[in-house]
């Protein structure tokens, strides 16, 4: 399985409803992303996990939690977002390998969220 | 602070053109990957390189490394409608984690 699968596709959100976005991977990489993107620009590093634990956060506004359950699942958790956090909202897994220095990070396919 | 440039920022061509895409940075990378990433989905990994002056060929697709890791290039060649799309390239960099660093993409129409 070399799939990095996002749920749900669309979500629509009002400033005050908290909700979450969810990500699994099953290729054993030790490493999970969060990225926001804009259209047309490149995406926007937020968060990194490693082995489970947080080890960047992007200078994130606290409305956005990420959680990380276990090693296949990331999550990451909106409450009293903004109209300018509308975005494409990208999950990434990666090996870790410490034997090669490919870094290469595979996408999931997006939540588009959109806030009213 | 690491940066890449891509050039061009967009670019429409004819079916069947030929074209290439450049990614400059000022500083040396460990690796270099190519992304084709199409309208509201995610990036697609599409090549990784990783030693001065590589070439991979990925059927019209070709990629090169710079001699001295800081530049890459994508040639495509005789360019089909299902090429539309935008081609990210990023610089990897030794850390705790698989970093990368994001060019700003280019954004490729082609026209049946």
């Known amino acids: 399985d070399t799939e990095v699968t996002q749920t749900p596709k669309h979500l629509v959100m009002g400033m005050t409803n908290k909700k979450s976005l969810k990500c699994e991977q099953h290729?054993?990489?030790?490493?999970m992303y969060w990225y926001k993107q804009k259209a047309k620009k490149p995406p926007e590093l937020m968060f990194v996990?490693?082995?489970?634990?947080?080890?960047i956060n992007e200078s994130v506004p606290s409305r956005f939690s990420p959680e990380c359950p276990n090693s296949s699942l990331l999550n990451l958790h909106l409450h009293a977002l903004q109209p300018e956090d509308s975005a494409l909202y990208l999950c990434?897994?990666?090996?870790?390998?410490?034997?090669?220095?490919?870094?290469?990070?595979?996408f999931g396919p997006g939540t588009r969220l959109t806030v009213l | 602070t690491q940066l890449l440039e891509q050039s061009p920022q967009f670019l429409s061509i004819q079916e069947g053109e030929n074209l290439t895409v450049y990614c400059n940075s000022s500083?040396?990378?460990?690796?270099l990957q190519w992304y084709r990433q199409e309208p509201g989905e995610g990036p697609v990994l599409l090549v990784t390189?990783?030693?001065?002056?590589e070439v991979k060929k990925l059927k019209r697709l070709t990629f090169q490394f710079g001699d001295a890791r800081k530049d890459s290039s994508l040639h495509i060649t005789a360019a089909q409608p299902g090429d539309t799309g935008l081609y990210l390239c990023?610089?990897?960099?030794?850390?705790?984690?698989?970093?990368?660093?994001f060019g700003p993409g280019t954004s490729l129409s082609v026209i049946p």
């Open positions: 990434a897994s990666s090996p870790l390998s410490s034997q090669m220095n490919y870094n290469e990070q595979f």
């Open positions: 290729m054993g990489h030790r490493a």
């Open positions: 996990y490693s082995y489970e634990k947080l080890s």
């Open positions: 500083s040396v990378f460990s690796s």
């Open positions: 390189v990783v030693t001065g002056g």
């Open positions: 990023a610089g990897g960099i030794r850390t705790s984690y698989d970093k990368v660093i």
